[in-house]
């Protein structure tokens, strides 16, 4: 091979090189080499022609260069088109999978061209059912919405007039349940002419139960789903407003629980829920259309009753309130039996406020549990100076202990069949320094209501064991424990301290513990009586028969004794009461159960007697010794016997004025006297005669008729005894009422000479 070709070919591979580089294109690069070649190898033989070839390779060279380089650059930007493509598709599918929003597409005659997935997935469909419907046929505007109704243009007006539009928003037409907002904006295309609208979705379904639900929560208890305390106060102002403009009043009860605290503190706050939303159910129940029943908070209810004034429906709603809420629950297993308190208020049209009526209605709460709980009461003016007392006592009771007002009296516990002593209850009093002795029925309930009760209890307990450890060793002492006190879970701890500190033998203990403990039945309970007996003190029932409990818990409760109320023991001689038999039946009750039995409120021999002959085991009451202070009571714990002392009976409380009354002797109306009137009868006198056994109805003046028997006879006058228990607070003389001459009804003569002609019944 000659040094020419080898030259050509060189240049040739050189330019083929060049031009792959320059212009990205084998072929082309091929050709401009074979073109250099053949240049080159001429260039030794016609130098001319061999330039020529070489300046037109250059051309081609530069212009492929050129031209390559042109479409490398439109490659890459539809490379980078397709790149962003794809990204914006990825993102409208994120968007749309996301299922909180979608995109929709119409033509210009307002049908769907386009539809995302989830917005057929809302109606049940495919896409494709809904492409060519119209867009409007499937949405509903909501009308409840600010935003949709803006300057009164609907989603139809903004369509219509290719409008662009946002926020607008509107429900499913298939359900009303799901809301979306909507926005959108026209297409026109390069002559201005309409093509459709396009635009997205976004889904306010959950946005809107979450604002609905905080709606519902700012007015209704989340609990019970009865009114709260704001919707409540709304509900009385515009009943008032609505009183007020019909001249009929308005009435509030405000209920407050009783015992409720007892039973989250010793069943835990699930079980107080529960409970609290079956009183609301009863609440209601009660209430009916009467008025709306609402939860204040805690264990406090109110209930506005518009255009309800009449007393006596009021009452009745109060007591079948009471009575419904009293009523045991049974709550997981557990028998929870509470109680409630009413006040209520009444309200003239167009005088009385909110404010006015619900311190009202408070204070007539405040009085309702002062008179024992489980009761109602209407307010009166004479409240609020009883409401101001009742917190400076309350402040007074406070500092009680501190200033060393507080003392114990001790009352003997007598042995029924050979008098001997048995023990002393420690019971609490109270000189304040200024009014004086204070009852415990006034300051131990609002020592329960403060607070107070904890400390109280704890200084009777020490200072009762601390004097009674001076005693013979076989007399006791009795200690009150309130529900409040055994609910507490360090009693058993500060007992057990007490009886350390003074060296104190604890079967000299007795602890009195009411029903009120068994009113929320739990193991907690169980657990205290547990490790009360294992300390081994006494366990004493008080108040047995009055409480609210069955005898259920008597085959668990480890009690040793059951103390009999003294609204049994009272008067239990009488024949006209069922007394002695109820004192028999506790007294075998008790003695099947290995129980001791204590009569409370022994003040006659008779009751003593009967007392004996029924077989109960201990007696306390004023026929043994009233209340003592401790010298008197270390005294008597050291003599041998204690002398009965008191009345043979009791008779009932008289009223010795005279009232004038109206009866039917004989077919004849005829005046008579009353003189010496108690619950049970009256003394009479009267000009008429008349006969054992005959029945009578008098008019007492001013006070209403009283149907009796008459008993015995004497000249001039006649014993009568009631048929039904008189109440004698009724000849109390009223100030608002003068008296007024006699009248008979015709009632009442047709009852008279239906009951002459009758004779004897």
Request: aromatic fraction near 8%.
């Amino acid at each position: 091979m000659s040094n020419g070709l080898l030259l050509s070919l060189f240049i040739g591979a050189g330019i083929t090189t060049t031009a792959v580089i320059a212009i990205a294109s084998p072929p082309l690069a091929i050709v401009c080499g074979l073109i250099g070649t053949i240049g080159a190898s001429l260039f030794s033989v016609e130098p001319s022609l061999a330039g020529w070839i070489g300046s037109l390779t250059l051309m081609i060279v530069a212009y492929s260069t050129a031209n390559a380089r042109t479409m490398i650059t439109e490659a890459s930007h539809r490379q980078q088109l397709d790149y962003e493509a794809r990204k914006a598709l990825q993102f409208v599918e994120e968007f749309e999978n996301s299922g909180r929003g979608w995109f929709w597409e119409t033509n210009n005659l307002g049908t769907l061209s386009y539809v995302s997935q989830q917005l057929a997935e809302d109606f049940k469909c495919n896409p494709e059912d809904l492409l060519g419907r119209q867009f409007t046929d499937l949405l509903s505007v909501d009308v409840g919405s600010p935003d949709s109704l803006r300057e009164e243009r609907t989603l139809g007006f903004h369509l219509s007039a290719r409008f662009p539009f946002s926020d607008v928003v509107v429900r499913a037409a298939s359900d009303e349940d799901i809301h979306w907002s909507l926005s959108g904006n026209p297409l026109f295309d390069s002559r201005g002419r309409f093509l459709g609208f396009r635009g997205i979705g976004t889904d306010l379904t959950e946005q809107r139960r979450t604002e609905q639900e905080v709606a519902r929560l700012a007015r209704f208890d989340s609990l019970t789903g009865l009114p709260n305390r704001a919707l409540m106060r709304q509900t009385l102002d515009e009943a008032l407003r609505n009183a007020a403009n019909r001249r009929k009043g308005c009435s509030l009860f405000l209920i407050d629980l009783d015992r409720f605290k007892n039973v989250n503190d010793t069943l835990g706050h699930p079980i107080g829920d529960a409970l609290l939303r079956q009183v609301a159910d009863r609440l209601k129940s009660v209430m009916g259309d009467h008025g709306q029943v609402g939860r204040l908070g805690g264990d406090e209810f109110m209930a506005v009753l518009p255009g309800t004034v009449e007393t006596g429906l009021l009452e009745s709603l109060a007591r079948t309130l009471i009575e419904q809420v009293s009523r045991p629950y049974s709550i997981e297993g557990h028998r929870v039996t509470i109680g409630a308190s009413v006040g209520v208020a009444i309200g003239d049209p167009g005088r009385a406020c909110a404010d006015s009526m619900v311190r009202n209605s408070d204070l007539a709460l405040y009085a309702a549990k002062a008179a024992g709980r489980g009761k109602h009461c209407f307010y009166e003016a004479a409240m609020h100076s009883e409401a101001t007392d009742r917190q400076v006592l309350e402040n007074d009771l406070r500092q009680a202990l501190e200033r060393q007002e507080m003392t114990i009296a001790y009352q003997p516990i007598v042995r029924a069949a050979s008098e001997e002593i048995s023990g002393f209850e420690a019971l609490v009093r109270w000189t304040h320094p200024k009014r004086g002795a204070i009852s415990p029925d006034r300051f131990i309930g609002l020592a329960e209501e403060c607070g107070m009760i904890g400390r109280i209890g704890e200084f009777v307990l020490r200072s009762a064991v601390a004097e009674a450890a001076q005693w013979p060793e076989q007399v006791r002492i009795a200690v009150n424990l309130s529900p409040i006190q055994f609910n507490d879970p360090h009693i058993v701890d500060t007992v057990a301290a007490v009886l350390s500190e003074f060296d104190f033998k604890p079967s000299r203990l007795e602890l009195e513990i009411t029903e009120g403990v068994f009113l929320a039945d739990s193991d907690a309970t169980d657990g205290t009586f547990t490790r009360l007996k294992s300390l081994g003190v006494r366990l004493a029932l008080d108040d047995f028969g009055t409480g609210y409990s069955s005898l259920g818990y008597l085959k668990k409760a480890p009690f040793d004794k059951i103390k009999i109320d003294q609204s049994f023991v009272r008067g239990a001689a009488s024949t006209t009461k069922r007394n002695g038999a109820i004192i028999r039946a506790i007294v075998t009750l008790a003695d099947s159960l290995d129980m001791d039995t204590t009569a409370e409120g022994v003040e006659t021999h008779d009751d003593l007697f009967l007392i004996r002959e029924l077989g109960v085991s201990q007696v306390q009451g004023y026929i043994f010794g009233k209340p003592m202070p401790a010298e008197e009571a270390r005294e008597m714990a050291n003599s041998t016997r204690v002398e009965a002392e008191g009345y043979q009976c009791i008779r009932e409380p008289r009223q010795r004025l005279m009232r004038r009354a109206i009866a039917a002797i004989n077919g004849e109306t005829t005046e008579i006297r009353l003189r010496n009137i108690s619950a049970m009868g009256a003394l009479v006198e009267c000009d008429q005669q008349v006969s054992p056994g005959d029945n009578l109805t008098i008019d007492i003046v001013g006070v209403g008729p009283v149907i009796g028997t008459v008993r015995w006879t004497q000249a001039g006058k006649f014993g009568v005894q009631f048929n039904d228990q008189f109440d004698i607070a009724r000849l109390a003389p009223r100030q608002d009422k003068k008296s007024s001459p006699a009248v008979l009804t015709p009632w009442y003569v047709n009852q008279q000479r239906d009951m002459a002609k009758g004779g004897k019944r």
